[in-house]
């Protein structure tokens, strides 16, 4: 290698390292992973798919610090040069600790750090999963839950859905929940139609439900989680949602 070259590479490494590292991983149960940590806006390396993994899931976590924005996405490519932006997963919202599923195929991914406002450090984890290997599965972890905290913590997904099992837990007293399908141009409002026809009673063991009064999900819907009711005082809530694709 010539000394320009070497003095190219010197150069452009640490701009690199400077918004993001990868971890691989393999054997875990998916077709596809990358782990990515984040201190400022920039893409990961891209993800070689070649149409493999159709159902894909986005993770991510903000620790060290607090993100006053940020908005992270997946891009598409055919041929690993040109992209389309959120072509498999459009921009969520980062600033809090959260996850997005996506479907679709496509040759190459990458993620994509659009936003990125704060002194936190991001860290993303993507998997990628083949057709019919994963239903959309994520969950709710909330600290010391209250009738406060109903519709303010909310997960969406870009495909329809349909809702299969509802479970949760406390860790001490109870918790009564319900999940409300809202519209994305108003995800402060309450549809009015809760998914369960009455609350689900978290306990210390599981709680846990297959009847939906209303079991659709529509795409990009903001699924906002309802605390109707809590006693003795819980000071941690976990609510875990299985859909299956439509």
Known sequence: MTHSRLRALRLILPLIAAFATVQPSHGQGYNSFQKLTFTAPGVGQRI???????????????????LTSCSIEIDTSADGVSWALGGLISPADCHLTGNVNGTGVANYLRVNLLTYVGSATLTVTYKGYAQGLKNPTFSFDLPSPSVADSGQYQH??????TFARLSCSVDQGTASINLDVRQEANPNASSGNPALASSLVCT?????????????????????????????????LRVHVEMVPQ
């Open 48 to 66: 070689f798919q070649n149409g493999a993994s159709s159902f894909h899931t986005l993770e991510w976590t903000v620790t060290g610090g607090t």
């Open 156 to 161: 969406k997904l870009s495909g329809n859905n």
């Open 204 to 236: 210390t063991n599981t709680g846990s439900t297959t009847v939906f009064a209303r079991p659709a999900y529509i795409a990009n819907s903001p699924l906002a989680l309802l605390i109707t009711a809590t006693s003795g005082s819980p000071s941690v």
